[in-house]
């Protein structure tokens, strides 16, 4: 991004996450992926960084020598961006667990697992899907811990994907329908309370930190922090598509309205 002046502008940081991408309870899944490259192409000219905040993809199960089908024009839109200079920064959430080194060496993109704490644009930022910070149940903690298990991992790539990809996707599905009511909005909600009161408490001895964003509760929440910080959770792209960007001074949540 030029000045007029041809000096480099500094752009803007736009952070989103819970794209869900390939989930089966899309009605179009090649929509919902267009939806987001289309989001991606209106911020291109803009962006200096770009954060995707965990469950970006819906399942991944990443084997040595092959990749799953699917995400093609996603993929492409990404490492097209990272090649343009664009800083793209990819956090694990609890659906996209399973990376490794495919998407980092071929997409030329950050992969970070667990949470992040990082100077934006003049600001100190602390970044998280948030799966694993707040208040968590004990069945939650077991199944996060037997998920990032080596050898549990080990296990299940041995077991070939025309069984293990449709299985995690229909949890999925299953997952989503049987929590698609009021229940859900109402476990949203909690979610993202116990998120910002991580956030509030971990700020009393990190004051340094101005912002924090978190996604996974797919909730949308903003909580004002001293000296002009605020911690806040997006509500991802299901059904609501919103974003947040930051240009240095301004911390905002914004819906994509396009396609």
């Known amino acids: 991004m030029e000045t007029c002046k041809g000096v480099k502008a ?18 179009s899944r090649i929509e919902a992926e267009r939806r987001v490259v289309a989001f991606l192409d209106s911020i291109a000219g803009s962006a ?11 399942y991944w199960f990443e084997y040595r020598y092959v990749v799953p089908r699917g ?13 343009r200079g664009v800083k793209i920064t990819w956090m694990i959430g609890n659906h996209d667990i399973w990376i490794f080194d495919y998407i980092p060496s071929e997409l030329g ?7 992040l704490e990082r100077e934006i644009l003049g600001k100190r930022f602390f970044l998280a899907h948030g799966d694993g910070l707040g208040k968590r149940t ?20 041995g077991i070939h994907p ?49 912002f924090y964003i978190f ?8 909580r004002e922090l001293p000296g002009g910080g605020a911690a806040l959770t997006l509500g991802g792209w299901i059904s609501t598509f919103d974003y947040a960007e930051f240009d240095g001074n301004e911390l905002k949540v914004s819906a994509w309205g396009g396609r």
């Open 10 to 27: 500094r752009g803007k940081a736009y952070f989103l996450s819970d794209l869900h991408l390939g989930a089966r309870y899309f009605a």
């Open 48 to 58: 200096s960084e770009i954060y995707l905040l965990g469950d970006v993809l819906d």
């Open 71 to 83: 995400h093609v024009r996603f993929f492409g839109k990404l490492a097209e961006l990272a090649d």
């Open 109 to 115: 993109v950050e992969v970070i697992d667990g949470a």
């Open 138 to 157: 004990p069945v939650f903690k077991a199944m996060r811990a037997i998920f990032r298990n080596r050898v549990c991992q080990k296990l299940y790539s």
């Open 162 to 210: 025309r069984w293990t990809i449709p299985f995690a996707l229909g949890w999925s599905r299953s997952s989503r329908k049987a929590g698609a009511d009021e229940r859900a909005e109402a476990e949203g909600r909690t979610g993202a309370e116990s998120l910002l009161d991580f956030a509030e408490s971990h700020h009393r001895s990190h004051p340094e930190i101005d």
């Open 215 to 222: 996604g996974h509760v797919h909730f949308q929440a903003r």
